[in-house]
């Protein structure tokens, strides 16, 4: 792994567990182990850095995704999909959406972080689409439109609650009522 990689990597970590703007540039430097100096050569601004980590972590969390979702057969997935959303929200590690966390704290939607976090949201958006057309449901749109809520409303139930089992059973009903088309 590179400085830079490491760099985004710890950065990651940080915004993802304290916040983007509640992360000063000095524990940047020090948890990625490198000079402030050296952090602003490959970051020229701490905007620059958030970009980075997000779109790093979309490649990994779009990576996990799909590997999960197409470990099961085509009819499968899109129920898959929201038992791997409530198997992530479960982790020890889970402080909610990163990209929820970032349009939060970066509202404008001119800000780079709102508009890696809007498209991130987009790529899960046609990514179900896809499964559920794949899944020959009788409308894959709608049903992407469901999942993508069912989704986002059990991350963020989780976040603020934490994981609730009534929250998921009625989830995983909504998701196999989808049912084939």
């Known amino acids: 792994m590179t400085k830079q990689e490491h ?8 915004f993802y567990r304290q916040g983007f703007h509640a992360t000063g540039v000095d524990q940047l430097s020090k948890e990625g182990e490198v000079t402030k100096r050296t952090l602003y050569r490959y970051f020229p601004t701490k905007e620059a850095l958030v970009r980075a980590t997000l779109e790093h972590r979309d490649t990994l ?6 590997a999960a979702l197409e470990a099961r057969p085509l009819p499968e997935r899109p129920a898959a999909y929201v038992e791997f959303v409530l198997a992530w929200t479960q982790e020890p590690d889970f402080h909610g959406c990163a990209f929820i966390n970032a349009a939060a704290e970066y509202p404008a939607a ?10 991130h949201k987009q790529a899960i958006r046609a990514y179900l689409e896809r499964i559920c057309s794949e899944a020959a449901l009788a409308d894959p749109q709608a049903a992407a ?3 993508f809520l069912l989704g986002e409303g059990l991350t963020v139930a989780a976040q603020v609650a934490g994981y609730d089992e009534g929250l998921a059973e009625t989830a995983r009903a909504m998701a196999v009522a989808l049912g084939p088309g």
């Open 61 to 66: 969390f779009m990576a996990r995704m799909r």
């Open 110 to 119: 001119s800000d780079e972080a709102h508009a890696v976090a809007a498209a």
């Open 145 to 147: 439109r469901q999942l």
């Open 7 to 14: 760099l985004v990597d710890s950065a990651m970590q940080l």
